[in-house]
């Protein structure tokens, strides 16, 4: 499947950051990952910390997948509302579930530092802003729901709003809790890394075949080569539902732009991340160099020349919503825009862990509107399953659910 189309702004800033080899002969290790990406790089990074021997291997360059079409704010909200996900699968569990969030957030921060590496990490917050007066009962709703459960929330009306963050928005609930990365600079940080503890990451190298056995599983690659590892994890996001006869998600095409650089004065109000309680919604943050990165106006997936033959139009749209919420600042030019593929689950929540459909396979799928978030508990989970350690919060995620 074509990821994302157009011209995603990481891969025009960063280039080729790093280069890594096609595999070229048959390899063994104790794990395999399949998929580079941000999620096939934080897999890989929990595991080696275990001394766990990793090899992984990408079909594209190194993070040119969705991880390059990703806008990267870090989030540990999910696309289902707290209040709403208490009536899906029970109030513990959905505060569990959010709380995760909150550690996946501070789980990033740390490897950020651990790595010692600028990749546009910067923590910040997050403002969910209702514009409608219908929605304010769910936000009051969404803020009670969120306070009760012991997050740092605030809610802002109106004139604060305005005051404060320069936002047009009835209402919005402030989370202390949000970050920002550049999530290709992470993603090569992460396997620079890796490789200096033994990790080996090769791209351009297709798994034509997953031969699960007694012992593990072979892989076949299409240069005709073999990895045997005692496990796989698939990390390969949208395209793992070709590997499961289950239907786990629902695709969405969704629409992503990046601005010009824009005057320090007209940049918002302070660093936070803007999201809203429509659906689709539209969301906005800030780069390190003075831009607004946006995104959102989804729709079902139908074909990827569809998709793309919308990218204008969507792009205009982005920019009439950014012109909704800042109505006193002037619109910005558009530097590019692209596609990408977008996963909704029944409960907004990811699928982690292993299924009966594959043996000796982990699976990775961090679907909904935080992905990057998805992708550091599914890393922990992981290596926890790998090492036989106990997770108490792996059946939030299971397959059979």
Known sequence: MDLRSGYPFWLVKNGLVYTYPALESDQDCDVVVIGGGI???????????????????????????????????LQYEIDKELHELKDLIGPQEAVRAYQLGVQSLNDIQAIVAQLGVDCGFQLTESVYAARYKSHLSDLQSEYTARKDAGFDVRYVKEAELSECYGVKALAAIVSAAGAQVDPLRLTHALHQKNMQLGARVYDRTEVCKVQPHNDGVTLQTDRSHQIKARRVVFATGYESQSYLKQKVVDLNSTYAL???????????????????????????????????????????????????????????????????????????????????????????????????EMPNAYFALGYGGNGITYSMIAARMIADLY?????????LFRFDR
Request: proline share 4%.
């Open 39 to 73: 999620t096939g790089a934080l897999a890989a990074y929990t595991l080696v910390q275990e001394d766990v021997d990793v090899i992984v291997v990408d079909k594209r360059d190194i993070g040119w997948g969705s991880t390059s079409a990703s806008t990267a704010m």
């Open 387 to 395: 090492v036989g350690r106990r997770n108490d919060d792996a059946y």
């Open 258 to 356: 990046i601005s010009e650089p824009v005057a320090q004065a007209d940049l918002l109000g302070g660093q936070y991340l803007l999201w809203e309680t429509a659906r689709p919604y539209f969301y906005a943050r800030t780069s390190s160099d003075g831009r607004f990165i946006m995104g959102g106006g989804d729709l079902p997936f139908q074909n990827p020349d569809k998709r793309d033959h919308l990218i204008g139009k969507k792009s205009q749209q982005l920019l009439a919503l950014f012109a909704k919420f800042y109505p006193e600042r002037q619109t910005p030019e558009v530097a590019y825009a692209w596609a990408g593929a977008f996963g909704e689950t029944k409960d907004g929540l990811a699928y982690i862990g292993q299924t009966d």
